[in-house]
Structures are given as structure tokens and as C-alpha cells.
């Protein structure tokens, strides 16, 4: 056995695990509208399940319906009438041999204050309503269809702040930065209130056949809330001193051991540092000193079988849920800091995505149990493919944050998450059974980059002959430039992963090729699928063909080398900002462009926060509202795009970063020729990687 700690049964409290290995909690936005699991829930946990996971942690789980729901489509245990569907869920998860604690959580000011009307009233409606989910599945899929076109964010959510929804509740009336929210601190009666809430939740867990129980008392949510003295300046008994802003949760603790009995596992998932100091904000909120403290304080009650040591809160949200930049296993010094001062297994979560790091961080006695999130939704079978030593099959999570982005996005409509790496993520019940019937029919396959080696793999794997042509010298398309900024080389890994599954299931591929019309008819193809990508964008505005004029490509493959120089960066998408990143580091003076009144416009928040932390540090300058208008030798005329007033800027280069366009005249032309012809990825539309994995995937398995 290659990985033998990973793969040595575990015990927490008297509950013993198959192996190391955790999926960690992760709201999906698969449940069913009316707080059960939905077969599709179900079969995405049971996936993993049959894959080897030795414990799953579900979803964080509502215990409260009124200030409690966090989302549309989330688990709860709010009744008792609850409690049958939960177990059924369990049982199906148990057949496959994994091990099952429930999530119970609240989520204080962090709480969506619409849902707070929303929730009571879905639950009458279902109790009234046989047909209740289908309805709200029918009606939810209707208005996300009038609603597909309005970006859901975080802006929207705050903007709720102006409207009349009820105030979100927390230990003290300090509203999240995250939202800005109307926030009013709890009463006591409702503190006690909660705190039975929280125990009864678990008393339900127990009685669904549930293995154990989780308290969520992390990432900026309601328990969080009150242990960190930033957002509890309570004067009662529940604010002041450490004891008192534990209160909340060691009553809940005592509750839950209270009803459900001594030899129920109750664990704690527990940020042992907000990280404020990052932000500016020494010495404030929770910093490791106290979080092991409160760790160790909540050890001697002897109540509580195991830690889930986790970090950050919503304020500091790159803490919690990691971008590209954070490395595997960084939390290594907090999780030991809590393991040196408790008695019981550490589970936690440290950027793990391979099974050598698991095993390293076993071996090297950093944790007891290796638990990670995005591993299981990029991979459902991870465990297993290291359990028969085949790790290089692992499609590795490559921290795009595309999951939690489509939550936000897609869940208030109803719609589920998405995954860059894995297009079959909560779609298990549908892509359930393989479709092995190419009878080795040829599928032509051009350009090698995500969508085209996406397509390629998934006909492989349907027994279709593939042939895949690639223009250039290697595969990878716009990956092999999109990890060439700092920080980014986790996109290799997806290079990588791809083109490994397209060489080990057959396909065969084709480099330095551009096959005409003629030469693809001459493969007699069944399909032919485009993936022949994008070119940039190049505006047709004067001076624009100097030779101190390029294009981002040409930066990032290296065909220019720029030092020294002040760089204007045209467009400030995430592209724009990290190649400007590269040419800050690379010695130049950087100035970037934007025609929109904001750096980042269609930027995810966090994959934005993470780039300008490192990016604002070159001190780059930032000029919003202009367009570039003309280019001259040593300097630029920019434009504001509401007065028309003039500028001119000193630049020695300008970079052009303002987007792409699709390639696709080979399409054109096949379509004319040839009966099933479809263009995939950027030749179809611009789009990211997880539009060009889904896309390649989709047509691919729909041929
Ligand atoms: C889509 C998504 C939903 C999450 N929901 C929860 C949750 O319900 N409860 C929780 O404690 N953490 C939640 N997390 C955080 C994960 O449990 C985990 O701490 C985080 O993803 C970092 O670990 P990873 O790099 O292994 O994914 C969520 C993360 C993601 C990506
Ligand atoms: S979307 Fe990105 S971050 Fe999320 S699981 Fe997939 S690869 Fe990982």
C-alpha cells in the first residue's frame, strides 16, 4: 500500500472510519427547496461515497428557519418531520461503506436577509402542497431563465441594505463588510432560544442514524460571531472576556452531550485565526493565540470528540476558502498549534489535493484526518484512484473559486454549482451511466486547448476513435499562457490533467497541424468537433500597429521581453491584472486602463482581492473611466468615456488586454460540408475554463 497512513482506519469518539480521508462540509445548493436531500444531492454524496471517502461532512445544515436559512436549496433540521428524509440519505450513504456527520449550523449576520421571509413561507407552502418541489423546481427554473442574463454578486446582496428585509441578527449590531446588511444584535431570549435550537438540530442528527455531529463554529458565521470579539461587544454574559464569548457555543456543547448522550461524536469546526491583520487590522479579532486558547478551553470540557480546525471568516474571506495563490499545506503551523493543546483527532482542511500530500501530512503527524472540499467536487473518485495507486488519473482542484462563484450566481435561481475541472459535478444522476456506444466511429477533434481536450477524452471514454489536430507544438491552448502570471501555476495542473486522460484513453493526437477541409473529409468522420479557441482582440484606433504595441499573448509567451519600462496595461479584467502583475515584477512601472468606472468589472471579488493584494503593492496606477484613443510614440491619448475630455499619459508600451474573439472560420467551413459539425469553447463563445471544460464535455457525450 503506497499511501499507508491515508488509508488506516481512523477513530472519532467510538465511530470508526475506513480511512483518513474527510469530505469537508460544503453547501451545494442540491437540496431540496423544502430543506430534504434531493435524489441529486444524494447521488452527488453518494458518488463520493462509493469512491472510497471514509467520512462525509454534509452541507452546513439549518437549525433555524427565520434568521437561520442561508440559501434557497439547503439541507435543514429544523423539525422533526425532517429527520426521516435525513436518515434516508444516510443510509444510501452508508451502504457504500463511508461514515456520516451532519453540519448544524446558523449563520448569523451572514445570513441573506430576504431568505428570512423566504424560508417560513416555503415551509408552509410544503406542508400544504404535495407537489411542492417539483413546483418550486418548476418555478425556480422559469425564473432563472428571465433572470440568466443579471450577474448575481455580492454587490446585489448588499444592496438589500437599502431595502425594508428584515435585519440579519448576530451577537452585537455589527454589520459584515461582506454585505453591509442591516444587523441587529440578538436578544437574550433568542440567544436561549438558539442555543435549544442548535441541540435539538443534533438531537435530530442522532435520530436520523447519523454517525455524529458537527457544530459549525467557523468562518464568520453565527457561534464565530460571538467567540471573536470584533463582532461581540455584548455586555451580558455572553460579551467581555473569553469565557463569556465562548458561552454561547459551550452551552450548546453541553446540550448536545446533554440529549444525545456520551458516546454521540460531537465535533467543532473551529477558525483558530481571523486573519484581521492581513487586512490592516492588527491585533484584532481572533489571531491564532486565542483560537488555540479557546481550542484547548473547549478540550477539558471532555465533551468533544474531535477538532476541524479551520481559519478566516467572511471579512477575510481568502483566509476561509482559498484563491489560486495559497499554497498546498499552508495552514500546517495553525492546525499543529491547535494539535499540541487537545486531546482529541484533528481533522482539517490545508489545500489538499494530491494523495502524497495527504499521506506526508499524516505521516509528518500535522492532522489525523485529511479533509478537503474542492478535491471531492473536482474529483469524486480521488480516494479510490489512490487506493489502487494511480494518482496521475486525479483531476487536481485547481483553486479557481468557479464553485463558490456559480453558488452565488446560480443558487438564488434555483441553479447548482459549477466546476472547472469537472463538468459532471452535480449532475451525477444524469451523466450516472457511461454511454459506451462510439462502436469506434472517428471524431475529429481541432485545437488542444480545455474544450477540445475535454471533447476528445469524453468521446474516448464513449469508444469513439479520436483524432485530435493541434496547430501549435504542444497541447493546452489558452492554458499554456494562463499560467505563466505569478501565482498561477495550479492552471498546469488542469493542462496536465487533461491531456494526461486524453493520451491514457487513446486519443490520438496530432501537433503542429492545421488539416484543411479536404484532409478532414478524408478521415470520414462521424462528428468533428471546433475547438479552434480565440484571437485577441487588436481596437482599430490610430498607432496602434507601433512596434511598442502588444498584446497580452505576446507578453506572456515571451515573444517580448519588457524591463524597465513604463507598461500601460489596456483593460483591467483578471487577464489585465495579472499580466500586469508579471510586468510589475518583471521591473516595469505599470499604469492600467480601464473604459468602466471599476478595476476588475467582471471579476469574481475574491479571485480580484487576491490579485490586487499583490498587484497594489508594485503601486501601479489606476485610471478608471478612459478609453485609449490613440497610441504615439512615448506616450497615449485616453478618453473619458462620459465628458470626452482628453488626457495624455506618458507610456513607452502599451499592452493590450481588452479581450478576444472567436476563431472560427474553419467552422464556417465544415459546416457547409459535413453533417454534424460543432464548435466547443472559445470558438463558440468567450468564456473561462469551466464553460470550455463543460462545453467539450456536453457535446462530446451528447454526439
Ligand atoms: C462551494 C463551497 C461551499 C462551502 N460550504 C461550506 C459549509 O457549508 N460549511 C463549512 O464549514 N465550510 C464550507 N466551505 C468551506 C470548505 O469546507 C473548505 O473549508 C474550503 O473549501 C477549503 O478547503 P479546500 O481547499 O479543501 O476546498 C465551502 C466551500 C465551498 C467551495
Ligand atoms: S471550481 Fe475550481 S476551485 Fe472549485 S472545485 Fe473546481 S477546480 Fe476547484
Request: net charge neutral; aromatic share 8%; with cysteine.
Amino acid at each position: 500500500m503506497k499511501y499507508p497512513h491515508l488509508f488506516s482506519e481512523g477513530k472519532i469518539g467510538n465511530v470508526t472510519i475506513r480511512n483518513r480521508t474527510v469530505m469537508a462540509p460544503m453547501i451545494s445548493g442540491l437540496a431540496n427547496f423544502d430543506g430534504t436531500p434531493s435524489e441529486q444531492l444524494i447521488r452527488y454524496y453518494e458518488e463520493r461515497a462509493k469512491n472510497g471517502l471514509g467520512l462525509l461532512i454534509t452541507e452546513a445544515t439549518r437549525i433555524n428557519n427565520f434568521y437561520g436559512a442561508f440559501m434557497p436549496r439547503q439541507l435543514s433540521l429544523t423539525h422533526d418531520r425532517l429527520i426521516g428524509p435525513f436518515g434516508k440519505m444516510v443510509d444510501r450513504v452508508h451502504a457504500h461503506g463511508t461514515k456520516v456527520f451532519c453540519q448544524i449550523h446558523h449563520p448569523g449576520r451572514q445570513a441573506i436577509s430576504i431568505l428570512a421571509l423566504m424560508a417560513p413561507f416555503l415551509e408552509l407552502m410544503n406542508r400544504t402542497n404535495p407537489f411542492y418541489n417539483e413546483m418550486m423546481e418548476f418555478g425556480f427554473e422559469i425564473m432563472g431563465k428571465m433572470m440568466s442574463r443579471v450577474d448575481f454578486n455580492i454587490d446585489m446582496v448588499s444592496a438589500l441594505k437599502l431595502s425594508r428585509f428584515p435585519a440579519v441578527v448576530a451577537p452585537s449590531n455589527v454589520p459584515s463588510k461582506h454585505y453591509f446588511q442591516r444587523t441587529r444584535a440578538l436578544r437574550r431570549f433568542e440567544i436561549k432560544r438558539l442555543e435549544k435550537q442548535f441541540i435539538a438540530a443534533a438531537k435530530r442528527v442522532q435520530l436520523s442514524g447519523a454517525d455524529g455531529v458537527q457544530v459549525h463554529s467557523s468562518h464568520g458565521y453565527l457561534i464565530q460571531e460571538f467567540l471573536s470579539n470584533l463582532t461581540n461587544r455584548r455586555k451580558d454574559e455572553y460579551g467581555g472576556d473569553l469565557d463569556n464569548r465562548m458561552r454561547f457555543l459551550v452551552n450548546i456543547i453541553k446540550g448536545i452531550r446533554r440529549e444525545c448522550g456520551p458516546d454521540f461524536p460531537v465535533t467543532v469546526r473551529l477558525t483558530v485565526d481571523e486573519f484581521f491583520r492581513r487586512y490592516g487590522m492588527p491585533h484584532q479579532g481572533i489571531e491564532l493565540e486565542e483560537g488555540v486558547e479557546i481550542a484547548r478551553r473547549l478540550d477539558q470540557l471532555g465533551m468533544i470528540d474531535a477538532f476541524d480546525v479551520s481559519t478566516g471568516t467572511y471579512d477575510t474571506f481568502n483566509y476561509w476558502l482559498e484563491p489560486a495563490s495559497f499554497e498546498p499545506g499552508w495552514r500546517k503551523n495553525l492546525v499543529e498549534g491547535v494539535k499540541k493543546v487537545v486531546s482529541v483527532p484533528i481533522i482539517a482542511v490545508n489545500v489538499i489535493r494530491t494523495p502524497g500530500q495527504a499521506e506526508q501530512q499524516l505521516a509528518d503527524g500535522t492532522q489525523d484526518f485529511v479533509s478537503t472540499g474542492r478535491q471531492f467536487l473536482a474529483d469524486p473518485a480521488w480516494v479510490a484512484k489512490a487506493g489502487r495507486d494511480a494518482p496521475e488519473e486525479i483531476s487536481r482542484c485547481i483553486s479557481c473559486l468557479r464553485c463558490i462563484e456559480s453558488l452565488y450566481q446560480n443558487s438564488i435561481r434555483g441553479g447548482i454549482m459549477e466546476c472547472s475541472v469537472n463538468p459532471k459535478l452535480g449532475r451525477e444522476r444524469e451523466t450516472a451511466k457511461p454511454r459506451v456506444n462510439g462502436a469506434g466511429r472517428t471524431v475529429v477533434v481541432i485545437g488542444g486547448g480545455p474544450a477540445g481536450m475535454k471533447a476528445a477524452d469524453t468521446a474516448a471514454i464513449r469508444g469513439f476513435k479520436v483524432v485530435l489536430f493541434e496547430r501549435s507544438g504542444a497541447m493546452g491552448g489558452q492554458l499554456k499562457i494562463a499560467q505563466v502570471p505569478p501565482k498561477k501555476d495550479k492552471i498546469d495542473w488542469c493542462l496536465e490533467d487533461l491531456e494526461s486522460a486524453d493520451r491514457r484513453d487513446g486519443v490520438e493526437i496530432r501537433l503542429n497541424s492545421s488539416p484543411s477541409v479536404a484532409d478532414i473529409k478524408a478521415l470520414d468522420p462521424y462528428a468533428v468537433i471546433v475547438a479552434t479557441g480565440a484571437n485577441p482582440i487588436v481596437p482599430n484606433i490610430p498607432g496602434v500597429n507601433g512596434k511598442n504595441v502588444y498584446t497580452i499573448n505576446q507578453v506572456l509567451e515571451g515573444a517580448v521581453k519588457l524591463k524597465g519600462k513604463r507598461v500601460a496595461v489596456i483593460g483591467s479584467g483578471m487577464t489585465g491584472l495579472e499580466t500586469a502583475e508579471k510586468l510589475a515584477e518583471d521591473g516595469n512601472e505599470i499604469m492600467i486602463i480601464e473604459m468602466l468606472d471599476k478595476i476588475g468589472p467582471d471579476a469574481f471579488d475574491q479571485n480580484l482581492a487576491d490579485v490586487r493584494s499583490r498587484l497594489d503593492k508594485h503601486k501601479p496606477e489606476y485610471i478608471t473611466s478612459f478609453r485609449l484613443i490613440e497610441i504615439g510614440d512615448g506616450e497615449i491619448t485616453l478618453e473619458h468615456t462620459g465628458s470626452c475630455r482628453q488626457i495624455h499619459e506618458k507610456a513607452d508600451a502599451v499592452v493590450l488586454s481588452v479581450g478576444v474573439c472567436s476563431e472560427n472560420v474553419l467552422f464556417g467551413k465544415l459546416k457547409s460540408e459535413l453533417e454534424r459539425v460543432y464548435a466547443v469553447g472559445d470558438a463558440r463563445r468567450i468564456g473561462r475554463i469551466y464553460s470550455a471544460v463543460r462545453e467539450g464535455f456536453d457535446t462530446a457525450w451528447n454526439l
